[in-house]
């Protein structure tokens, strides 16, 4: 494949050949941002040996992320990885100073170069010792990581690999519902298969409107929304509830909804139970259930943020139907079986999710972590 073209360790790939302005000399003085970009450093080596794509992922700088596809970038590691067999990497050495990222053109004056030497195994099956850098800039009093040489490799990567766009924009609520549908699928799938985990669509049952459905929760009829029935593992959705959210709010407010319920399955495949007394791993309270899977939610619109599916008209459509309707009516504690959090504690896990991805949402690797 010519993406990859003749490199062969995924550091190499994402970062020989950027043409850094590293300057001055390491000093006293640096001594504790030399020590914090080296851990970073080998933990993020340590990731991609280990092959937890997912998490190495989420540790990128935010500005990889505004360009980066999640579901892109995983299909990468997973083609480099798979063919090289990576052996424990050595540090040699780290450098502090100024840094351009080839794809945006931007300079970073913080930056540290990582100088490091790694075996790996060749396309004849030998094995070599590559001596490589990368490159992390500080961003919310963490080291993060670049990948990428040019736009342009960006923009093939994509091509390759992220989902097929829509033919064209949804015109009804029907075709906005099969179209949020596949790509929470197709996202999920692709994230569980990065980190080994099996994966199972949910159901997705349209409620009509005068329609109803026995689930294996209970009764749906118009007007109840939209809710996921880990009973049956079915996401059931209320069509004219979802049609007027759509008018009055906007298609993301939509996505918003069935993003929140697909979390639930998520949750589900994970072992991650609701429960009014957590007395084990994996069991949570209601309202950490809830503010998960909004935060859930904002891993799956970075996604599509990436793929410029989105817009900021359409994050605030999500916003203001996240501040405008969802938060818990006063009285409601966080202790209560049914919380959900106030509208505040629903926007920022969002958020957490957006800006943090699974690690945000204390969903590493797809393992939860509590």
Known sequence: MRILGALTLIFALLAVGLAPAMVGAQTTSDREATQSAEDAARQYLDLAIRGDYNTLFDYLHPDVLDVAPRSVALKLFEQIYAAT????ATIEGVQLGAYTWPVNGKTYDDAAQVSY??????????????????????????????????????????????PPPPPEQPTDIDALLKLVVNDLDGFYRI????????????????IDAGRGAMTGCGLAQSGFWAFYCPVDGVVYLDKPFLSDLAQRYGDFAVAYVIGHEWAHHVQTLLGIERTYTPQRVNQVYSIEMELQA???????????????????????????????????PAGVGPFDPQAHGTSDERLDAFSDGYDGGFVGCQVSGLSPVR
């Open 85 to 88: 067999n990576p052996g424990p």
């Open 191 to 206: 994230s569980f298969q990065a980190s080994g985990e099996p994966y199972q669509s949910p159901g997705v049952t349209v």
């Open 117 to 162: 030497s790694q075996e790996f195994t060749d396309k004849n099956g030998q094995r070599q010792t590559l001596h490589t850098t990368m490159y992390l800039v500080p961003f919310q009093g963490r080291y993060r990581w670049f990948f990428g040489n040019s736009r342009a490799y960006i923009a093939e990567a994509i091509a390759r690999y992220a």
């Open 294 to 328: 909004d935060c859930l939610a904002g891993v799956w619109s970075r996604d599509l943020d990436a793929r410029d599916f989105l817009d900021l008209n359409d994050l605030a459509e999500a916003s203001s139907f996240i501040f405008d309707t969802l938060g818990d």
